[in-house]
């Protein structure tokens, strides 16, 4: 995954969106060197069912849970994770993602609210999807190509994250997770009990957290 900055992206700022393209690399190793890798949860486990709490406090604990969540995402070779995927049940999202254009993208969300796109802009992307809390497991899923997400970092300001193809599809996927809904949960109940199939068969490559 290569870091490809574009003058548009730059700009991005005047517009009231997040600049997450630059020096990514950079801000993601030092996140994750501050931070300490957890184990995931997975389906089934409670957390992962039910809406987050609301941040309501932007203070160092957040900052460290956010430097673990990065942590956590890399030893699990994610680009994408949600706090209660390492069981905080808090609103909270990192992501370390490349778009359609090789565009690598890096940031955190905090409190985030997916925003209704207009009819015109709804153009469904089928492509597969996996999670980390369904591991070894993937299935076709129908989602718009182009997803803006509304939210705060880490001290508390208003941001707007925008994304277009698998970017887009990142942040819808995280922002479901802290309403409580994963992936399969968007599946037809064949297409699920196949993904849970899929699962079963399969060996995490990374830490989980065996559900009681």
Not at 55 to 66: H, M, Q, S
């Amino acid at each position: 995954m290569t870091q490809q900055d574009t003058d548009e992206q730059i700009n991005d700022g005047n517009d009231g969106f997040v600049v997450d393209t630059e020096d990514c690399e950079a801000r993601e190793l030092a996140h994750r060197e501050r931070g300490t890798a957890r184990p995931i949860t997975v389906v089934g486990n409670p957390v992962l069912h039910k809406e987050c709490k609301d941040v309501t406090e932007f203070d160092e604990k957040l900052a460290a849970l956010i430097d673990d969540m990065f942590a956590s995402q890399k030893a699990a070779e994610g680009v994408g994770l949600a706090a209660n995927q390492i069981g905080v049940d808090l609103k909270v999202f990192v992501y370390d993602c490349p778009d359609d254009d090789g565009v690598r993208h890096t940031g955190v969300v905090v409190n985030p609210v997916l925003e209704e796109l207009p009819a015109d802009q709804r153009h469904l992307d089928e492509s597969n999807e996996g999670c980390l809390s369904v591991p070894t497991a993937y299935a076709e899923l129908g989602r718009p190509d182009y997803a803006v997400v509304s939210g705060q970092d880490a001290q508390g300001n208003p941001i707007k994250v925008r994304g277009t193809g698998y970017f887009a599809r990142c942040l819808q996927h995280e922002t479901d997770h802290l309403y409580g809904y994963l992936y399969i949960d968007r599946l037809s109940k064949r297409d699920r009990k196949d993904a849970l199939r899929q699962m079963e068969e399969g060996t995490p490559r990374y830490e989980t957290v065996p559900n009681a």
